[in-house]
């Protein structure tokens, strides 16, 4: 199980820095990687549709009124860092929209299903989403401090770490099920013919 200690100190321990007992000593180190530590889980959980980081969540209109062309105004649900669709609730067909900060312009009356990445605790992540994180945050420590040529390789790396976890974390979803289509449900059905 991942923490946010654990992380920060794999990251400072491998550069070279001394390990800390806890978040927030005073050390140049730590600092620059407290300072980074967010910024980087981000980007990371916003990076792919994460089984752990992922939330579906229905949204109601707002009272105001909306910029033109648009219709309605929705409020992004708290928490989501990134919005990654929008559905209609009911039939579950893909809604058009667009976003200013927090706020969803539609056309569509709703109610609506957002699909967002959101901030997830470190004990949620799986060891090897973990793994890049820490990474990452040990390639972009030692650009901080003038290694920029091994931090560039060591963030490729962590970037094909994040690759091979989201690869995994799609495998792990349960498939969809087809057979209930109408056609395939009628194809599955129908009995070979013996002679």
């Given at each position: 199980?991942?923490?946010?200690?654990?992380?920060?100190?794999?990251?400072?321990?491998?550069?070279?820095?001394?390990?800390?007992?806890?978040?927030?000593?005073?050390?140049?180190?730590?600092?620059?990687?407290?300072?980074?530590?967010?910024?980087?889980?981000?980007?990371?959980?916003?990076?792919?549709?994460?089984?752990?980081?992922?939330?579906?969540?229905?949204?109601?209109?707002?009272?105001?009124?909306?910029?033109?062309?648009?219709?309605?105004?929705?409020?992004?649900?708290?928490?989501?860092?990134?919005?990654?669709?929008?559905?209609?609730?009911?039939?579950?067909?893909?809604?058009?929209?667009?976003?200013?900060?927090?706020?969803?312009?539609?056309n569509a009356l709703g109610p609506l299903l957002a699909i967002h990445n959101w901030r997830s605790s470190e004990e949620r992540w799986?060891?090897?989403?973990?793994?890049?994180?820490?990474?990452?945050?040990?390639?972009?420590?030692?650009?901080?401090?003038?290694?920029?040529?091994?931090?560039?390789?060591?963030?490729?790396?962590?970037?094909?770490?994040?690759?091979?976890?989201a690869g995994r974390d799609r495998r792990q979803k349960p498939p969809k099920r087809f057979a209930q289509a109408p056609l395939?449900?009628?194809?599955?059905?129908?009995?070979?013919?013996?002679?």
């Amino acid at each position: 199980m991942a923490t946010k200690i654990a992380i920060v100190k794999a990251a400072l321990v491998r550069l070279g820095a001394e390990a800390p007992a806890v978040l927030g000593e005073d050390t140049d180190e730590m600092t620059a990687a407290e300072a980074m530590y967010e910024t980087i889980v981000e980007e990371m959980i916003c990076r792919h549709a994460w089984s752990f980081a992922t939330r579906w969540r229905s949204i109601s209109r707002t009272v105001t009124a909306a910029p033109a062309p648009w219709l309605y105004i929705y409020e992004l649900p708290a928490g989501a860092l990134n919005l990654r669709d929008l559905l209609d609730e009911e039939s579950g067909v893909p809604i058009d929209y667009e976003m200013t900060e927090a706020l969803i312009y539609s056309n569509a009356l709703g109610p609506l299903l957002a699909i967002h990445n959101w901030r997830s605790s470190e004990e949620r992540w799986p060891g090897d989403f973990a793994g890049a994180v820490q990474e990452e945050l040990f390639g972009r420590l030692l650009g901080a401090f003038e290694e920029r040529i091994r931090s560039l390789e060591i963030r490729e790396i962590a970037a094909a770490k994040l690759d091979r976890a989201a690869g995994r974390d799609r495998r792990q979803k349960p498939p969809k099920r087809f057979a209930q289509a109408p056609l395939l449900r009628a194809w599955f059905a129908r009995q070979p013919r013996r002679v």
